[in-house]
């Protein structure tokens, strides 16, 4: 029986496959970057499908449900995602205050 949540997680697969797509079209992805979307989405739409598919690894985890196993997966991802757009967020920070330095010692010396 597929319930309202699993047509919907299957429906949110295929946009984010079709926005892929699209990305990887206008060259913003390259062909390894949208591989690795598309393995990605294609098993987030079969865990959708199919959640039964995580019980060999909660039981092993030791978790009482696969939600537990993806809200605390879910967590662990945003965290990781946030640190690392901080960290690229500083370099271009940097990078920016470098260039704009070197463009006020150059505008000085005239």
């Not at 390259?30 to 959708?48: H, P």
């Not at 696969?66 to 967590?75: E, K, N, Q, R, V």
Request: no cysteine; charged share 20%; aromatic share 20%.
């Amino acid at each position: 029986m597929v319930l309202g949540i699993q047509i919907a997680g299957f429906l949110f697969g295929l946009f984010m496959i079709y926005y892929s797509f699209l990305n990887y079209k206008r060259r913003e992805f390259t062909a390894k970057e949208f591989s690795f979307w598309l393995l990605l989405w294609t098993i987030f739409i079969a865990v959708a499908l199919f959640p039964f598919l995580l019980d060999p690894i909660v039981k092993k985890i030791g978790f009482l449900r696969a939600l537990d196993l993806l809200t605390i997966g879910g967590f662990l991802f945003m965290i990781a995602a946030i640190f690392y757009t901080y960290t690229i967020a500083r370099k271009n920070q940097k990078q920016l205050e470098a260039i704009v330095r070197a463009i006020a010692m150059k505008n000085r010396k005239k």
